[in-house]
């Protein structure tokens, strides 16, 4: 029986997807665990970015098959996409070994990739004769474009590391074994920034793709910047020539 598995790194969440005897295959328990999980770490007002893993070797291998006809199937990799992309705090995927159908939507639904070498990335649903989300068919349009995203769905053709960098599928690429280090060391150095500047951009950048972004929600966050603490630490840090200590949280 898999499962959905939280740690803490001082203010960084780790979720693992825990089922390394079928490559962290996911379970409908498994897909129905990660919004109760996200939502947990969304209201942690410790948590100030989350990392995504798979336990092992693996990241994820997608749904497993014994699971597919379970009730609610369907619907419950969508609610658990929709969790991560959803999620105010950064979101970063690390990336070992196979990371294939159900786990890139997971995967394309974080914000930003960091990939081993040992990578790989596959859309399968044409050899199972399914058809793959449409809200995860669009991030990775988003990402990619539509001529690699077609080329994955239409042929389930796997990606190595080298070329999902290539392509734009992820972020960065690093030595066999380092994917969590490095997410680790990445969302620490963002835990330095500030917070303000951190959800104004991730909520601006995510509207303007799915362009629906309204003028209030960008004024809004141009006059919390105004008015905040962190613009004040940010000048004095910068003419005392000291990293800045950022207060700002969100009420």
Known sequence: ??????????????????????????????WRAVPTVMADLDRDVDVTAIVLTGAGESFCAGSDISSLDELGHAESPVNAELAIARSPKPVVAAIEGPCFG??????????????SESATFSVPPARLGIVYPVSATQRMIDLMGPAVTKEMLLTAVQLDAARA???????????????????????????GLSQLTIRASKEIVDGLV?????????????????????????????????????SWRPA
């Open 1 to 30: 029986m898999g499962t959905v598995d939280v740690s803490r790194h001082g203010s960084i969440a780790v979720v693992t997807l825990n089922q390394p005897g079928k490559r962290n295959a996911m379970t409908d328990d498994m």
């Open 102 to 115: 159900g786990g890139l939507e997971l995967a394309v639904a974080c914000d930003l990739r960091i990939a």
């Open 165 to 191: 960098l290539r392509v734009g599928l992820v972020n960065r690429v690093v030595d066999h074994g380092n994917a969590l280090p490095i997410a680790l060391q990445l969302t620490e150095h963002m835990s």
């Open 210 to 246: 799915a362009r629906d972004l309204s003028a209030e929600t960008a004024i809004a966050w141009v006059s919390r910047a105004a008015t905040g603490p962190d613009l004040a630490e940010g000048k004095r840090a910068f003419t005392e020539r000291r990293a800045p200590v950022f």
